[in-house]
């Protein structure tokens, strides 16, 4: 079983930028598929960014393509999601998840907050205008 714990989050400006960091322990993130979602208040939580096992694919929800990067390093057992040109509608709780993957270096990943088994506690974004 894989703990998560994100960090990073804050306050800042609009047009600014945050790193958010999920930190795994417990198992090596090396065979899990990775992903960050957010929950606006009164929103559901939505898709926002995954990554294969190895980082060797991404994807992105349209509202931040172009914005966000999403990363991974199995050496440090840490996932990344970096948000650049923020606004105050990506103001949302945060949440890092976790799925194993038959393999290391599957290509596949998720974007159906269903598909995770580990998550995080979350971590809190607020971008002022």
């Known amino acids: 079983q894989v703990q998560l714990v994100e960090s990073g989050g804050g306050l800042v400006q609009a047009g600014g930028s945050l790193r958010l960091s999920c930190a795994a322990s417990?198992?090596?993130?090396?065979?899990?598929?990775m992903g960050w979602f957010r929950q606006a208040p009164g929103k559901e939580r939505e898709f926002v960014a995954a990554i294969s096992s190895t980082g060797g694919r991404s994807d992105y929800a349209n509202s931040v393509q172009g914005r966000f990067t999403i990363s991974r390093d199995n050496a440090k057992n840490t996932m990344y999601l970096q948000m650049d040109s923020l606004k105050p509608e990506d103001t949302a709780v945060y949440y890092c998840?976790?799925?194993?993957?038959?393999?290391?270096?599957?290509?596949?990943?998720?974007?159906?907050?269903?598909?995770?088994?580990?998550w995080g506690q979350g971590t809190q974004v607020t971008v002022s205008s």
């Open positions: 998840a976790a799925k194993p993957v038959t393999y290391y270096g599957s290509s596949l990943l998720y974007t159906a907050q269903t598909a995770y088994d580990y």
């Open positions: 417990g198992r090596t993130i090396r065979n899990y598929a």
